[in-house]
């Protein structure tokens, strides 16, 4: 009689990393428990006391050791066919790119001239639109609603206006497509780079704060910085 008992849940599939790491740390565990006991805010007083926390750190950076080697091995396969299929796709991606450029570098004069062009005209029709509608409307409150000639007067110079403003609303969606206004600078002169930088020192202290630790942080082991002292001491590591 076949056993048609179905299997665990989980079977034929591959552990989850929480998983795996718990089954690599097993080994490790004793230690990892001990490492947390020690650290509990007391510092090391004694060589025996440091004796015992340099063979848990040993330990520590054993189980750290055996986590990151399985998961290079389960990530490096996966990393190296995302790398290869990139590569497969790279050239047709990098020449439908220049394409792409190239045809928006060819069209970029006419199109910004075009766009200029149709955008004054628009300007020009809406600003007409909104003198006609505020002349409708004045007609309009003051007309006598008894005087029949003058009602159907503003009335016409109601639609007039509403007409005005639909050409412009109609120019306006025939500004060419694929442009756009971009922000671009350049310093003024050469001293203009100078100029920045006083004016960054005077309004945007924290931004220049930041430059500067990066700066000396990069820089302070190969290079004698003014204001910057420089010294050696020993750690623990």
């Known amino acids: 009689m076949n056993d048609l008992t179905p299997p665990p849940m989980g079977h034929n599939n591959p552990p989850e990393p929480l998983e795996r790491s718990a089954a690599i740390l097993a080994p490790f565990s004793a230690y990892l428990d001990e490492a947390e006991n020690w650290l509990d805010g007391i510092p090391v007083e004694s060589e025996e006391q440091l004796e015992a926390v340099d063979a848990l750190l040993l330990n520590v950076k054993a189980a ?14 996966l990393h190296e066919a995302w790398k290869a299929e990139i590569a497969q796709w790279k050239a047709a991606v990098d020449d439908l ?47 006598d609603r008894g005087d029949i000639h003058a009602v159907r007067v503003a009335e016409a110079a109601r639609k007039e206006a509403e007409e005005t403003m ?13 442009i756009r206004t971009v922000r671009k600078w350049a310093y003024f002169n050469a001293e203009g780079r100078r100029s920045a930088l006083h004016w960054i020192a005077r309004h945007d202290r924290e931004a220049m704060t930041e430059f500067i630790d990066s700066y000396v942080a990069r820089n302070f082991r190969e290079r004698a910085i003014d204001g910057v002292n420089v010294w ?4 623990a590591y």
Do not use: H
Request: no cysteine; proline share 3%.
């Open 97 to 143: 790119e220049r394409l792409k450029k190239g045809l928006a570098r060819i069209a970029n004069d006419f199109k910004v001239k075009l766009a200029d062009q149709r955008e004054a005209e628009a300007r020009r029709i809406r600003a007409d639109a909104e003198k006609r509608v505020q002349a409708a409307k004045n007609l309009a409150s003051q007309a």
């Open 64 to 77: 750290e050791k055996a986590v990151i080697q399985a998961r290079d091995a389960a990530t490096k396969p």
């Open 232 to 235: 050696e001491e020993r750690e």
């Open 166 to 178: 639909r050409a412009a609303r109609i120019i306006e969606k025939t500004r060419p497509k694929g």
